[in-house]
């Protein structure tokens, strides 16, 4: 329902991963999300907001490259206003696990370890190349690393119905197929939502799979 | 489960049980039938309206499916169709005028795609469209029929409707080949996950209650009216894939739903939301016990039904499970309610709620204990909806209209959520009393303390230690309850004194004593004595009485020094006052021999009775 935006009632895969890509990526890598814990019970709240109704035109674009001045190129908010009613996701914690594979674009230099140490150490710095968020740019996401042999982070209130069938859920976009969405069964056994390892056979085969990631990720859609 | 997803799924329940209509086919409103001679002669109409009531009502028929129109040749329906399409006369302010281009393209549809039928039903309706001029509408047997309304076709002598005709249906069935196989775009359903055709326009979802329904009649729940909607430059439905056959489903499902008068829908929008519900299950038992539970906007009159109600709730309340109550219902049934919006020419999802029937009943018998308070207040009912509740509290003149809308569906949530009600609820209540609304009727005082409860609370099941009382609690201890308790008091030494009079110092002062005590209660304190004064001439005992209330007050406010009355009050606090106020003025005081004050006598007094 893309207009009147209505959450899934667990973030997407494909959300997971641009959590990760705002930490690291390069066109080397791609990465695959394998587990998405859910720590906090799932909670709605709608809200309203004025938003453009207009995309930036592509061909405008070209011409005033071509002319040289941004001329006619701005969209006035205020006469082409839309206002748009979501139900959205609040109170939101999640642990990410996933790991990457390296791609046809690796050269000779990329290694896996050259890159799973860039990703750690940026994610243990807080770095990032955007904010990430979920959903919109609004609903900024905060990150953290959580090593290996670090405990679930424990959130008030713990996630109470524990077991849940989520239906049809937007795995990805599969880009080389004209964009084309690709949707899994989402099922959360003990607060766990098991990522279909076949999923990713469509994307690229796996050339080396690195060590899994976990990632915490508390962001809140507020 | 997402919502389209539960809608599918119903479908197939509803299809086994019989309820729903098929692919090809959908309900529509009817106004009239026009009655056609072998020869294709208008001969007669027919009023399918239901003239019972005090305007005539359109009725439901199920015909060949409708669709959304649009384009410079919008599609005239198969078999029936609005006047200007089907009889080329359509509205135009009071009166009639041709359409020719609308009746061309009807019978243009109709001469094709009937060409090769040798049916005497549909002969007819092939000779009267060859025939029918528009402007013999005035002269002819026709001219009853309200502009713009629906018509439908039978042959002279028949008993079944033209598309009802076996012919009819063949061709329905056989499907429309209007679209050609190369607008079909396959790809991934996000319904069932299967490779199917894509639908690009979703179905129109009618029913929604709004303000200026869309021209076309319904919303789309899906859609994507402008660029800005759009993603990776697809166009239409491929942004959402949903299949042909899936969208039909959901969107059939959720239209039997919203059909008004129906048992999944509340009779009334909560806030701007129209509320339907639905159980996973075999049949309709849970719907009606959810339509009985949340429904009820008006008082009930039948006084046992009344009080069976309120007995299910509270063994619900107290622990037990719904199938100990209500033996019929299977406690773990999926259940789910949906509140829609209209925004614009579109739809927007104001609430989504999905867990088991047990969970649910849980839930709103917590929401009913939470909002309980002693005394109960007047119209109260065996559970108020959340209608009823916003309408009384909330709203402007009580109307329903001046609900604020966004509340609605915060409040509404919070009760099906069992989460904590949103604090624009206790402020809207307190703005509501400080315009004047009468904080005696106790409705306000029971939607605060449901607020101030439940935001206190760390777990939404229990109730714990030091939270708002139900009832008149003289050691509670806030100080916004004391003052209302001291406000109340000092009112009665008004009324004991002075009887009924034109405006009491609630009129006066309420508002200000709730937000900022230190600068209302000594002018409150200084009549209060005179008040006192003539009461201790009067009724030497009544005044003993009330003096020492105040003095039992007064204990619990002192400690707060160095000046025992705060400048201000924060919102919660103006809350418990609200509750205070309403404990104290329903309290009776006794010494416990002879003397004693009921404030149900004063109440008579004052004929505050009247006031609901």
């Known amino acids: ?222 | 489960m997402t919502i389209l997803q539960a809608l599918e799924r119903h479908y197939h329940r509803l299809a086994e049980r019989g309820e729903i209509s098929s692919p090809g086919w959908s309900r529509e409103k009817f106004g009239f039938c026009v009655v056609l001679s072998r020869d294709g002669e208008p001969v007669a109409m027919e009023d399918l309206r239901d003239l019972l009531g005090k305007k005539p009502v359109n009725r439901e028929f199920t015909v060949p499916a409708s669709f959304k129109r649009s384009g410079k040749r919008p599609p005239p329906f198969f078999l029936w169709d609005k006047t200007s399409y089907s009889l080329g006369v359509g509205a135009e302010g009071k009166g009639w005028k041709e359409t020719p281009f609308q009746h061309g393209l009807f019978k243009e549809y109709h001469l094709n795609r009937l060409s090769r039928e040798e049916d005497p039903g549909l002969l007819a309706l092939v000779r009267f469209l060859q025939t029918w001029e528009p402007s013999a509408f005035r002269e002819s047997c026709l001219k009853e029929i309200v502009p713009d309304a629906n018509i439908m076709f039978r042959l002279d002598g028949d008993r079944e409707y033209l598309h009802e005709r076996a012919a009819a249906r063949r061709l329905v069935e056989a499907g429309n080949d209007n679209e050609t196989d190369q607008d079909q775009q396959v790809g991934w359903c996000l319904i069932t996950g299967e490779q199917a055709p894509i639908e690009k326009l979703h179905p129109a979802i009618k029913g929604v209650a709004a303000n200026n329904p869309p021209p076309g009649g319904g919303h789309s729940l899906v859609s994507f009216n402008l660029d800005a909607f759009t993603s990776l430059c697809k166009t239409q439905g491929a942004n959402a894939p949903t299949s042909k056959g899936a969208a039909f489903r959901y969107g059939t499902t959720l239209n039997h739903l919203l059909t008004r008068g129906g048992p999944n829908r509340l009779p009334h929008p909560i806030g701007d939301a129209t509320v339907v519900f639905w159980a996973e299950a075999g049949d309709d038992q849970a719907d009606a016990l959810f339509a009985n539970w949340l429904g009820g906007d008006t008082a009930d009159d039948d006084a046992s039904e009344t009080r069976k109600l309120r007995e299910q709730m509270q063994a619900v309340a107290s622990g037990k499970r719904i199938s100990d109550v209500l033996p019929q219902i299977d406690p773990d049934t999926r259940f789910h309610v949906l509140g829609l919006s209209p925004n614009a020419a579109r739809l927007s999802v104001r609430f989504w709620l999905s867990d088991t029937i047990d969970a649910f009943a849980h839930r709103l018998a917590r929401h009913h204990e939470d909002l309980r308070i002693e005394p109960t207040p007047l119209n109260w009912g065996a559970a108020p909806s959340v209608n009823c509740l916003l309408v009384n509290t909330t709203a402007l003149q009580r109307d329903f209209k001046n609900i604020p809308p966004l509340l609605a569906g915060e409040v509404m949530r919070a009760v099906l959520g069992g989460t904590r009600y949103p604090l624009s609820l206790l402020s809207a209540a307190l703005i509501r009393l400080r315009a004047g609304d009468s904080p005696a009727t106790g409705w306000h005082a029971a939607v605060i303390r449901a607020v101030l409860v439940r935001l206190k609370r760390r777990h939404s099941e229990f109730p714990e230690e030091g939270e708002t009382p139900m009832s008149l609690k003289r050691d509670h201890d806030n100080v916004g309850y004391q003052l209302g308790r001291l406000f109340a008091v000092y009112e009665l030494a008004q009324r004991a004194a002075l009887g009924r009079v034109n405006a009491t110092i609630r009129d006066k002062y309420f508002g200000a004593a709730s937000a900022t005590p230190a600068s209302v209660f000594p002018l409150i304190v200084r009549g209060g004595q005179n008040h006192l004064a003539k009461v201790r001439k009067e009724k030497p005992g009544w005044a003993s009485l009330i003096e020492r209330e105040l003095e039992e007050i007064h204990s619990h406010i002192e400690p707060a020094a160095p000046r025992s009355l705060p400048r201000s009050l924060s919102l919660q606090d103006q809350g418990e006052f609200a509750i205070g106020y309403y404990h104290q003025r329903a309290a009776s005081l006794s010494n416990g021999k002879n003397e004693n004050i009921d404030p149900k006598e004063l109440e008579d007094l004052q004929g505050e009775g009247d006031e609901k």
């Open chain 1, 1 to 222: 329902m893309k207009v009147e935006r209505v959450s899934y009632d667990v973030m997407t895969p494909s959300a997971a991963r641009g959590i990760l890509e705002a930490i690291h990526w390069k066109p080397a890598i791609r990465w695959h999300v394998d587990r998405i814990h859910v720590l906090r019970p799932i909670c709605f709240q709608s809200l309203r907001r004025n938003e453009v109704g207009a995309k930036a035109s592509e061909a405008n674009a070209r011409s005033a490259m071509k002319r040289g001045t941004t001329e006619g190129l701005g969209i006035l908010v205020d006469e082409n206003r839309q206002q748009r009613a979501a139900l959205v996701l609040v109170d939101v914690a999640y642990v990410i696990e996933a790991h990457f594979s390296m791609t046809d674009k690796a050269g000779p230099e990329d290694t896996p370890a050259k890159h799973i140490s860039m990703f750690n150490r940026r994610a243990q710095q807080g770095q990032c190349f955007h904010r990430p968020c979920l959903g919109t740019r609004e609903f900024a996401a905060e990150f953290e690393l959580l090593g290996p042999d670090d405990p679930l982070p424990v959130y008030d209130p713990p996630l109470t119905e524990r077991d849940r069938d989520f239906g049809w859920m937007l795995h990805d976009i599969d880009f080389a197929r004209g964009n084309e969405s690709r949707f899994f069964r989402a099922q959360m056994m003990d607060g766990v939502i098991e990522v279909p390892p076949s999923m990713r056979r469509r994307w690229c085969s796996d050339h080396s799979a690195s060590a899994g990631t976990p990632l915490s990720s508390p962001g809140r859609a507020r």
